[in-house]
């Protein structure tokens, strides 16, 4: 049998409104990390994204760029966010969620490359999104290190991007593919008609990995219509906009969520 | 022989390079890198080129023969003088190339980075010439610091959008012009103003400037009967004038290249910009070269007084040039700079920008014999910087 990934396990047990939220690690406070993560899960999140503070982060909008900036001052940093998630998985809430990972390539590569797949494999993380590794060098340098840990590794694609190069970047993925609901940075309001179209497109493409949309998922609304042409989709900027002015983070996150898959 | 001057056609000089952006740049950056070498080498594109380098930048810039700092330094001192050009820098030979690869490429939307604004003012001024829609990012820092720039840029009809976040300097400037260039992927083409960013940025940028380095050697075969010099200094923030005026001696390896970064308040006291001395490879703006950075691979602030050498990287040109010893790099402090500004001023009747005052500061750290020709990129006036020497002079 074909040995199958913890996020390749959630795609093939529910491969519908398949949510997965986006939070930076650190923020609000460099503590939160854990417990945030925790209320997603039990709030019924299938994913947790988290986000690995950069002081310039490009693909980037606003709200995230603010978030990933109050996390370096509280002191965040990937050796401090593998420290924070050492045995997550024994918490029983946190042992079948899937976790990625999502930066830069300049802290990463400052951790070493290697020593950051095996770090993040071995305290239980799933996959990675690393939006500025481009194809080539995954295929000729980074790709079989990740692949030798066993981590997924999440190409993003937009409607930008050539049927062709879908299809490869498709290829080089495993997990999920990441469409951009538009070519923009995070937390911006998207026109929803053009982004149905280019889903629509995508899902007559026969790809191999299921699809999840990012960028301008905010509410029901817009997480149900990027849903009917894709598993599932992502909540970034929304989320931590939302995270900011939470008092009390295990309640609000359950409601956050509630009203996004109520 | 080794070739300094060409990238692999992935981006790469030695280990650094190469073309590290999201997804959503992925179309724009690799339009531009199937078309610019085609388009730059058509007939009717050079032909452009070289016709309003002559009547509207003013080219070719002369070669001064520097008398009394020859005499000073006991050698012979040659001055190419880029702070002639249309705008009072360099930066416009590289804007005049790129709004002509814009308009071929059907961009009707121009947008830029700029630190002292120079390049802000370059780009504004190619905009006008040719009736397209700009907008120069600019930090909020450095809009303070540089105001006859940014009523220049307004006069040519340019919008300035002030650059919030981070250092509020030239890094942030370029974040946000980037940023700009994802939301607009279809009408827009981003003039980028150094020899960074993604590949084919370094080397278009860099073969924009070549002009300066191919001059050069024609005018001192004219003057001196030889084409090389023995040394050509220039300053580098990102490395846009010192690419162009080392580009045609870079794999002469008789040829001493010297490149002067900004020190700061010194090297090591936390207040530089002296990327070669202080950073490490990294990545940072799309290319892979040396970075100042933290050990946690965060982006490190850099300084200094002059506001188009405050940047915390260096091309990647430059990092090999640095890495395989080809050239030497120096650095010079704020107040050093200063100094040689004053002295340079008295000495050849030139103010010079602040930027180049770095390079003439250098001279001080260089031994010569009588027999040397010594080179060096005057890439930009003092004009822009007179809020800053006035102060000096109080």
Avoid at chain 1, 146 to 170: A, C, N, Q, S, Y
Avoid at chain 1, 182 to 203: I, M, R
Avoid at chain 2, 357 to 376: E, P
Wanted: hydrophobic share 40%.
């Amino acid at each position: 049998m074909i040995h199958m990934s913890r996020i390749q396990n959630i795609f093939n047990q529910k491969k519908q409104n398949v949510l997965n939220v986006y939070f930076t690690a650190g923020y609000p406070q460099l503590t939160d990390t854990l417990p945030v993560m925790k209320s997603l899960a039990l709030s019924g999140v299938d994913l947790i994204e988290i986000g690995m503070p950069y002081s310039d982060p490009l693909a980037d909008g606003p709200v995230i760029q603010d978030s990933s900036s109050k996390a370096l001052l509280n002191g965040m940093s990937i050796q401090a966010l593998f420290k924070q998630l050492e045995g997550f998985r024994k918490d029983h809430d946190l042992a079948n969620v899937g976790v990625v990972l999502m930066g830069y390539m300049n802290p990463v590569l400052q951790y070493g490359f290697e020593k950051f797949c095996t770090d993040a494999a071995s305290v239980g993380v799933d996959g990675l999104i690393i939006p500025d590794l481009p194809e080539y060098e995954f295929e000729e340098v980074y790709g079989s290190i990740i692949k030798k840990h066993g981590l997924d590794f999440i190409f993003l694609v937009t409607p930008e991007t050539t049927e062709e190069r879908v299809h490869k970047l498709d290829a080089l993925s495993t997990g999920f593919l990441y469409a951009v609901s538009s070519s923009a940075t995070t937390g911006g309001d998207k026109d929803f008609t053009a982004v149905e179209t280019y889903l629509q497109k995508l899902q007559q493409m026969d790809l191999n990995n299921p699809v999840l949309v990012g960028f301008g998922i905010k509410d029901k609304t817009t997480f149900h219509s990027a849903c009917k042409h894709a598993n599932g989709a992502i909540i970034g900027s929304a989320f931590i906009q939302s995270l900011s002015s939470m008092n009390n983070i295990s309640t609000e996150i359950k409601d956050f969520v509630n009203k996004i898959i109520g | 022989m080794k070739d300094f001057q060409q990238p692999t056609e992935q981006g790469y000089y030695g280990q650094f390079g190469g073309a590290y952006i999201p997804e959503m740049l992925h179309a724009n950056v690799e339009e531009l890198r199937q078309q610019y070498l085609t388009i730059m080498h058509e007939p009717s594109f050079i032909k452009d080129f070289e016709l309003l380098l002559k009547d509207y930048v003013g080219r070719p810039t002369p070669l001064f023969l520097a008398e009394r700092l020859s005499k000073q330094y006991n050698t012979t001192i040659y001055l190419k003088r880029e702070d002639l050009c249309h705008t009072g820098a360099h930066k416009i030979n590289n804007t005049i190339g790129q709004i002509l690869l814009a308009e071929r490429l059907g961009k009707t939307r121009i947008i830029a980075e700029t630190g002292a604004g120079q390049h802000g003012v370059a780009t504004a001024t190619v905009c006008a010439l040719k009736g397209l829609e700009c907008i120069v990012y600019m930090g909020e820092k450095d809009i303070e610091r540089q105001a006859p720039n940014v009523a220049r840029m307004k006069m040519l009809g340019a919008k300035v959008i002030p650059a919030t976040s981070g250092s509020k300097t030239l890094k942030d400037a370029t974040n946000e012009a980037i940023r700009d260039w994802i939301n607009h992927p279809h009408n827009t083409h981003y003039i980028i103003g150094s020899v960074v960013g993604p590949h084919p940025y370094p080397d278009l940028v860099a073969k924009f400037q070549s002009v300066i380095s191919k001059e050069i050697k024609l005018q001192l075969k004219e003057k001196t009967g030889h084409e090389l010099p023995t040394h050509i200094i220039a300053c580098v923030g990102g490395g846009s004038n010192a690419a162009g005026a080392f580009y045609h001696f870079l794999n002469a390896p008789e040829v001493k290249i010297i490149a002067v970064e900004a020190a700061g308040h010194g090297v090591n006291s936390g207040m530089s910009a002296a990327t070669s001395q202080l950073g490490k490879p990294g990545i940072l703006h799309g290319s892979k070269s040396l970075l100042m950075q933290t050990d946690d691979g965060q982006v490190v602030e850099p300084h200094s007084i002059s506001a188009g050498l405050d940047y915390p990287g260096i091309g990647p040109l430059h990092a090999n040039l640095f890495e395989t010893g080809r050239a030497t790099f120096l650095s010079a402090t704020d107040e050093e700079a200063l100094n040689a500004a004053f002295h340079v001023s008295k000495m050849e009747g030139i103010i010079p920008a602040l930027e180049t005052a770095h390079a003439f500061a250098a001279l001080d750290q260089l031994s010569f014999q009588q027999s040397d020709i010594v080179v060096i990129c005057l890439s930009g006036r003092g004009d822009k910087d007179l809020g800053t020497y006035m102060q000096v002079m109080k």
